[in-house]
């Protein structure tokens, strides 16, 4: 069911809407910007439904044909338009879903609303083809278009859109959802929460991970093995990342949590404040044997192989290159 209570955050963004809604001064076009899992598909289709709503308030009121229609996907006056390639939005996309339909009339209801997924994946061709139709569109058009990338856009498309960009979740505002909407600790929300760097999409997804635990889980002892290795252990320990290729970057990044957990251990000796702190009794341990400079060199060395693998460097290389500075820096 789509409702702006479900969107958790976005509050200024919820009320621009909301007000536009109200006011009637609603825009022919919209770009809603955000990284995936910041809910950009929830507001669009949020957005829609309200619109269409019989009720014509500011929220959708569920209960109409209208509001019951919608959350099937299957409302007649909203198209969502898809690619026919995988490499993206082409201009035929463009002409032949939206340009050959728009001055087509709504069939009932008040507006006729396209909602782009991808749209920044539109060539320029596809943009341009779209421009005309958002100079001169139709009273009862509304097109939202979704995307990764608000660069990607022509400045063209730009001038005649408004933007939209979904800001992370505060970790507060996460963690309460978290624990709200599943049974699980505090601990394993505070995890979620702060790993997601305010992605409620992705927050949501990992809190039911068995997967995600188990990762942390072969993290947790891949550090233990680097902290008591030597430079053979450790050119023999970088084949374990082979398990985790292709999620090398959440990898990374659960070890950018681990050492600042380590730190703030090592400083307050205290599990206040860890993102981590379920396992607060081997931060303690292996805190205990890690100087400051050792946490702060490993630290750096993850950071550094996080942009070197982003930039398509060689992996086993990278990997095997972290593990070895961090025993000659340290």
Known sequence: MYTFEEIIGQDNIKEHVQSAIGTGKISHAYIIDGEKGMGKKLLANTFAKTIQCEKKGITPCNDCVSCKTFDTLNHPDTVYVKPSKKTGIGVGDIREQINGDIHIKPYHYPYKVYIIDEADTMT???????????????????????????????????????????????????????????????????????????????????????AFLDMRDQMIDIVNEMIHSDDYGLMVLSERFDAFKDQINDFLDLMMTWFRDLLLVKKLQTDDLLINGDKYKTLLKQAQVLSYNEISVMTQNIHNAKDLLRYNSNYRLVIEMMLLQTKENS
């Open 124 to 210: 320029e061709q596809a943009q341009n083809a779209l421009l005309k139709t958002i100079e001169e569109p139709p009273p009862y058009a509304v097109i939202l278009l979704l995307s990764r990338n608000v660069n990607r856009f022509l400045p063209t498309i730009l001038s005649r859109c408004v933007v939209l960009k979904l800001k992370p979740v505060s970790d507060d505002k996460m963690m309460a959802h978290l624990l709200q909407a599943h049974d699980v600790t505090h601990e394993q929300a505070r995890l979620v929460a702060s790993f997601s760097q305010g992605n409620m999409g992705k927050g949501m997804a990992l809190i039911t991970s068995k």
